[in-house]
């Protein structure tokens, strides 16, 4: 359901092109201005989320209040406990990687905020500077690695669940944090409550709110099994990791200037390739919070 109606709806109706980026899942989505969508257009627009998972909608014109605006129809923008957002607003992350950074950020498999107990639903990125080429973002289908397991793997797996952890120091280790994050100082008063909390177990299979499909759902936050080491944790993770990166259950988008790519935290992880040293990209990022304890 959409937060803004419970209406049943229809497929995407003709206007707008939708072309489908990778065998397994996600769209580029042309024609679409997301700006000035009436209700039933928004609720295309969300079941194009829940189809695809990821969608690249071309040729956004937002500035930063119209672009909070949009993003506040899709629920509540998510307050990062680790990264500032913008002065001026503050539920936009503005990623910048200049000529002379050493790191990009979010150089890492990993699905957003899966270390609060009501992780992040969708993430939305909206391009303003990107490289001359490179700089693209890999997505990967964690659904579709689910449903590819053996049965006997699928019932191991059931009653499994991971511990995720969102320290900064962890997360620096795992290159998910910029190096020019700065530190979040001061910012805490500002951050509701139930964004604080930095550690959560979730289970390792869970079911999408939307589809009701079973999702394999752990990445980069993701430090060991509940009630095991992370020494035991590490094979099955890393098998399972190899699963979900298989290129079969890849997309890629590869970013224009106007471009807002939104992905489905719950049943997604994202990489942020980092192959353009020496030019710059600037994005900017709003996390949609979870409303739910995963299940
Ligand atoms: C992120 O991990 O949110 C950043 C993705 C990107 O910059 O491509």
Redesign the pocket.
């Known amino acids: 359901m959409t937060p803004e109606t419970s209406a049943a709806t229809e497929a995407p109706a003709a206007g707008f092109d939708v072309k489908t980026l990778s065998g397994s899942f996600g769209a580029e989505v042309r024609g679409l201005d997301l700006s000035n969508l009436d209700k039933d257009r928004f609720e295309q627009a969300y079941q194009l989320m829940v189809e695809h998972k990821v969608v690249v909608f071309r040729d956004q014109h937002f500035d930063l209040d119209s672009y909070e605006a949009f993003a506040g129809r899709w629920g509540r923008i998510h307050k990062h406990p680790f990264m500032r957002g913008m002065d001026s607003h503050p539920g936009i992350l503005e ?1 910048v990687k200049t000529e002379t950074d050493r790191r ?3 150089n890492a498999w ?1 699905s ?1 905020q899966m270390f609060n107990p009501k992780p992040a639903k969708f ?1 939305m ?1 909206y391009a303003r500077e990107v490289p001359d080429r490179g ?3 890999m997505f990967a289908n964690m659904s579709a690695a689910y449903e590819s397991l053996s049965d006997g793997m699928k019932t191991m797996l059931e009653t499994l669940r991971g511990w995720n952890v969102g320290s900064r120091e962890k997360l620096r280790a795992a290159s ?1 944090v910029p190096s020019n994050s700065r530190p979040p100082a001061g910012m805490q008063e500002e951050i509701p409550p139930e964004e604080q909390q930095t550690e959560a177990s979730h289970p390792l299979v869970r079911t999408h709110q939307d589809s009701g499909d079973k999702t394999l759902y752990f990445g980069g936050h993701t430090m060991h099994i509940d009630g095991m080491t992370p020494t035991e944790s590490a094979p099955i993770l890393r098998y399972l990791q190899s699963v979900v990166t298989r290129p079969e259950f890849q997309c890629r988008v590869e970013w224009e200037v106007d471009s807002l790519t939104m992905w489905d935290n719950r049943c997604v992880q ?4 980092d192959d353009y040293a020496g030019q710059r ?1 600037r ?1 900017h ?1 709003i996390t949609i919070a979870g409303d739910e304890i995963p299940v």
Do not use: K
């Open positions: 990623i990009a950020f979010g990993h957003d993430t990125l700089g693209d973002t998910t994202h990489y942020a390739i990209r994005m990022r």
